[in-house]
């Protein structure tokens, strides 16, 4: 079974700090991907990761970086945190390569809330 | 712009009865994916659907894709309380590309199934 697992399940942090969403998968996917899950809004995608130290944006970057320093690893960093960053982060995984056949495998989600 | 809509937003139904979820989406794919999120719960996968025509089925769900209309839908048949949920679809705008899987996500729709 594929798993993907993200540190931490829920987060309480003050505007103006710096956030580490960590996420990371078993099953050497090449692809990896973070989401913000909002209400109404569905999944909108942060960023992206296709191969080691590779990234593109998705369709919201704006306040957002990722590293991928190994091919199990994606993390995600809110460099300055704002209460309009408060929202459910979910990290997926896919396959590769680049054929777009691979079902997204997601991890359990992190609630973020900034205060 | 590349947009997935999803309708209804919210759908309450009784138990046994049939309903349909729509999904249509602004361009041309041929790739389109279903997933289910239980509450508080991450995003689990439902069906891929590949070409024009394509029909799969699971239990009491069906999903079938007509990539001319730019249109899928996600039948249900006799309603059990199980199946509450919310549902997204999703779809690979450049399937056949370099999309690494990319997905466009609709704003999914939240079913309660209630006796």
């Known amino acids: ?115 | 712009e590349l947009k997935v809509e999803q309708n209804p937003l919210f759908l309450s139904m009784q138990e046994g009865k049939n309903y349909t979820i729509y999904c249509n989406y602004s361009t041309t794919s041929d790739r389109l994916y279903w997933y289910r999120q239980d509450p508080g719960k991450s995003l689990e996968s439902l069906f891929v659907l590949l070409s024009n025509g394509a029909v799969k089925q699971e239990g009491r769900l069906m999903a079938s894709l007509d990539t001319k209309a730019r249109l899928s839908t996600l039948h249900i048949t006799a309603a059990v309380h199980d199946l509450s949920a919310t549902y997204f679809c999703a779809v690979d705008f450049n399937a056949g590309g370099t999309s690494y899987g990319k997905l466009t996500f609709g704003q999914g729709t939240i079913l309660t199934v209630h006796p």
């Open chain 1, 1 to 115: 079974d594929v798993k993907v697992t993200q540190s931490s399940r829920y987060l309480v942090k003050r505007t103006g700090e710096k956030v580490f969403l960590e996420c990371v998968q078993d099953m050497d996917h090449e692809n990896m991907f973070w989401y913000r899950q909002d209400p109404g809004l569905g999944l909108r995608l942060i960023y992206f990761s296709y191969d080691v130290k590779m990234k593109e944006k998705g369709d919201i970057p704006e306040g957002y970086s990722v590293s991928r320093e190994k091919k199990e690893r994606f993390s995600l960093i809110l460099e300055s945190a704002s209460t309009n960053q408060t929202s459910m982060y979910l990290c997926a995984s896919s396959l590769g390569p680049s054929t777009g056949l691979e079902t997204q495998y997601f991890g359990p989600g992190t609630r973020l809330l900034v205060l």
